[in-house]
């Protein structure tokens, strides 16, 4: 079944209003008619299932039928802190890593980041990256559209994770595989886990001495090195399959 964000502005007791590209993909796209059965999220846990009650020029009107609480979330907000890769493989990054369940995205200028955007170029990239984002929550059927921010140095990325109860780094040198089992089973019951990962060049150590004085853990991801692109989706699933409930 189709499903959509809407803001609480845009929900009201009967009805649901659908506005912007939403309308475009339900009447061109999916070529959907009155009667029609969609899933709406308000993006705070709660789903609406309706049915389209009209099709206008600018908006999709649709007809409440019931709702519930979203239970597709993990019991744990997870923040990526992703050292700004070259070329498209943010895009990759945001797209897979929402689909597996991260709850925030912080692309993060590291010592080795190759990539140099002015200001501009920031903005046009963020805005891509937001886009991606709701696209994969809407595929995954998500009950949030996780946040992507713009990107941030390594001194404020630190400042953002100060908040969260666990925060671990993926490091070539830190402790073998039973030391890092032993880390992600001990974050059952957290609620808040920031993971860092480093740029193509990977961190520099002076970063990694930073951040294990601000309370981040290294951890091994096994014997071979991963992309950039690779490590952020190797941890999600990891703390995914350790973390994740059976929904009653």
Request: hydrophobic share 40%.
């Amino acid at each position: 079944m189709p499903r959509y964000f809407a803001d609480r502005g845009q929900i009201g007791e009967r009805q649901i209003e659908l506005t912007g590209p939403d309308v475009n993909h339900i009447k061109n796209v999916l070529r959907m008619s009155p009667g029609d059965d969609v899933t709406v999220s308000d993006g705070d846990g709660t789903d609406f299932f309706c049915h389209i009650a009209s099709l206008e020029k600018d908006r999709v009107m649709l007809d409440i039928v019931d709702s519930w609480p979203s239970f597709v979330e993990l019991p744990v907000r997870i923040w990526l802190f992703q050292g700004l890769p070259k070329a498209d493989k943010m895009d990759l990054i945001v797209q897979k890593t929402v689909e597996l369940g991260i709850y925030r995205i912080v692309p993060v200028i590291m010592k080795r980041t190759v990539v140099n955007l002015d200001e501009k170029k920031k903005a046009k990239k963020t805005e891509r990256w937001r886009s991606i984002s709701r696209s994969a929550a809407m595929q995954a059927g998500r009950g949030l559209i996780p946040q992507v921010d713009s990107p941030v140095s390594f001194d404020r990325a630190l400042e953002m994770c100060r908040d969260l109860d666990r925060v671990v780094m993926p490091y070539e040198k830190a402790a073998g595989m039973d030391s890092a089992r032993e880390l992600v089973h001990s974050m059952q019951g957290q609620k808040s886990i920031g993971i860092f990962i480093g740029p193509e060049g990977g961190f520099d150590p002076g970063e990694v001495e930073r951040a294990i004085e601000a309370g981040a853990q290294t951890m091994s991801l096994g014997h071979r090195i991963l992309r950039t692109e690779t490590a952020g989706m190797a941890v999600m699933s990891i703390l995914m399959f350790e973390l994740e409930k059976d929904q009653e």
